[in-house]
């Protein structure tokens, strides 16, 4: 009886080890936790286009350019994003500007299917020569560097063409396919030249079901208009019947096209136009390859510009965030 009782003692002490082993070892799984992910991101991306167009305006006199940007982000939360980031394209500007060197920041907030973006951009264009008189190159046209009495087409330019923006954009997604948004960019002084401008846009974009394609393959088509305020220049852009500076012309852009991708590559065909004539384009602009005259109330005498006029686009671009590596 007594070793009956001996065996069933070491049983039971035996089985509450075993027992206590067992909630050890799950206590110790509970308690290992997963590394939380980092909230920093950083996205980068680059593309060659055939023409760099800005809100239907070439950029690059209708020649190819490249382009290339580095943005941080940090993920406050899944809904709440900062951002800021530095971009840059070759460019052809009437002042001989090396490039364009983009500064922006901002931040992204989201509510389920609508996406806000509001935040600034500074527009910096470095290396540029002033062309106009002495006097006005040196009180308005962003200091000396001064070239020559005006471009050999007439026109005249500042040194200094920098700019900063103030931008809200809102994105909603109807379906996995369709998306549409708006957007409005609000500058004191567009191209430093004194007028103020507010640009006003809208988008939508249709991405074709992924099951039509190959694996990692997609189309999809987009379509942008907007329609850009602007205010009158200072004195430095004066002509005859504007003494104080030109009032320029507000117009209306469009584009449409659509877009091949491939993982993280899109190969893009585009159309673009404006409803700018040739005469306010050139007073715009101050297009050095202008040529002609093409006479209008705020362009008298002066030359005809195409910088503004329909032009069709192939980009190829890139774009990739750390994240998209892990």
């Known amino acids: ?35 939380a992910p980092s909230p920093w991101d950083f996205a980068f991306g680059g593309a060659l286009m055939s023409d760099y167009i800005f809100r239907g305006i070439t950029q690059s006199a209708h020649k190819p350019s490249v382009a290339a940007y580095f943005e941080p982000r940090y993920n406050i939360n899944k809904d709440f994003q900062l951002y800021a980031g530095v971009s840059g394209e070759s460019i052809d500007f009437p002042n001989r500007a090396a490039a364009e060197i983009d500064f922006y920041g901002g931040f992204r907030p989201t509510f389920g299917k609508l996406a806000l973006d509001f935040g600034a951009w500074y527009y910096w264009y470095p290396g540029g020569q002033c062309f106009n008189t002495p006097a006005l190159c040196n009180s308005l046209g962003s200091g000396g560097n001064f070239v020559a009495l005006t471009l050999p087409n007439g026109n005249v330019v500042k040194k200094d063409l920098s700019f900063v923006e103030v931008y809200g954009k809102a994105t909603y997604t109807f379906t996995d396919e369709f998306s549409a948004g708006v957007s409005v960019n609000w500058s004191p002084s567009v191209l430093n030249s004194g007028a103020d401008g507010t640009f006003v846009n809208g988008t939508a974009k249709y991405v074709f079901p992924s099951a039509w394609f190959w694996k990692d393959w997609g189309l999809y088509a987009s379509a942008d208009v907007g329609h850009w305020f602007l205010g009158t220049s200072d004195a430095f852009y004066a002509v005859v019947g504007f003494p104080g500076g030109i009032p320029y012309k507000s117009y209306t852009t469009w584009d449409l096209g659509f877009g091949v991708t491939w993982k993280k590559f899109t190969l893009d065909f585009r159309y673009y136009d404006t409803d700018l004539n040739k005469g306010d384009c050139n007073a715009f602009t101050s297009d050095h390859t202008a040529t002609g005259v093409f006479n209008t109330a705020i362009n008298p005498g002066l030359p005809g510009s195409n910088w503004c006029s329909a032009r069709f686009v192939v980009k190829g671009s890139f774009d990739l965030a750390v994240s998209d590596l892990k």
């Not at 009886?1 to 110790?28: N, P």
Request: charged share 15%; glycine share 2%.
């Open 1 to 35: 009886m007594k070793k009956i009782v001996a065996t069933a003692l070491v049983a039971a002490a035996f089985s509450a080890t075993s027992a206590y082993a067992a909630d050890l070892k799950g206590a110790k799984q509970a308690i290992v936790v997963a590394p």
